[in-house]
């Protein structure tokens, strides 16, 4: 390596509500020299960052475009509503889009669910961010809905949340381009997927990874048969086969007894 080059690394971007830590320790295990940096990034950003080569690859929220990015789906997460912990929604286990038909339901511009329609009541503008929104859900103008991670990760101590059974799930997925399908990211494919540390599947393996020719493989690519040839004795030291017998004479024969002497004329 001359001076001029960069050590490899490698650069995951990650959603609001991704939480990628389980796999970058197993990637800190098994790839001690190879750094990897995570890269946080707004769930709308995340394709153009991984496009502009922002980042090596990328757990963010499907769909994404096939035509640029290969994806491998990770999980879908229950969709959830937020409320404050006094609402009449949080004494009941879970609702449906029709229950929150009275309520007015924030759509903040970085929502990550797909709606064909919108529940409830509309707020007069929309929040910016989730997090503006669970504000004001906390200041008790309205609900919110959202995947369950996101409830998660803007908690408040009064507020709380429950399942929306018949609402858009969010699919979380494991994101890069296409083109940029290096080692490297085989690697990480390999830890998201739970590969074990000596396999080698989806790698491009060099000449060297290739396992050494076992003698019996070697025997039977060469017609030679496994059996020694000394002896009658098998390969792994067996008995002799069964078509001969004591000196070589064949099976199912005495030795030959011995004859009188022919008279000579």
Do not use: C
């Not at 080569?53 to 990770?74: N, Q």
């Amino acid at each position: 390596m001359t001076g001029s080059e960069a050590p490899p690394s490698f650069r995951l971007a990650y959603v609001p509500g991704v939480t990628p830590g389980k796999w970058v320790r197993i990637w800190q295990e098994r790839l001690p020299d190879v750094p990897l940096h995570l890269v946080a990034v707004p769930a709308a950003e995340a394709p153009g960052l991984l496009r502009d080569g922002g980042a090596d690859a990328g757990v963010v929220r499907l769909p994404v475009d096939r035509a640029v990015f290969s994806a491998i789906p990770l999980y879908t997460e229950t969709t959830v509503v937020v409320v404050p912990k006094d609402h009449a929604i949080a004494a009941v286990d879970e609702v449906s889009l029709e229950d929150l038909a009275e309520d007015i339901v924030f759509h903040p511009l970085d929502d990550t669910l797909e709606w064909l329609d919108f529940p409830g009541r509309p707020a007069i503008e929309r929040p910016a961010t989730t997090a503006d929104a669970i504000e004001l859900v906390a200041a008790g103008v309205g609900v919110l809905v959202v995947p369950q991670s996101l409830a998660r990760l803007h908690h408040r101590r009064d507020l709380t949340y429950r399942p929306v059974t018949d609402a858009p799930q969010s699919g979380v997925a494991l994101s890069w381009p296409e083109e940029r399908t290096t080692d490297l990211v085989d690697d990480f494919i390999g830890i998201v997927r739970g590969r074990t540390v000596n396999s080698t599947r989806g790698r491009r393996p060099s000449p060297a990874e290739h396992p050494k020719d076992q003698p019996k493989d070697r025997a039977r690519r060469s017609g030679r048969p496994a059996r020694e040839a000394a002896g009658g004795k098998t390969a792994t030291g067996g008995r002799r086969s069964a078509a001969t017998g004591r000196g070589g004479a064949p099976a199912g024969r005495k030795g030959a007894r011995p004859g009188k002497p022919r008279r000579r004329s």
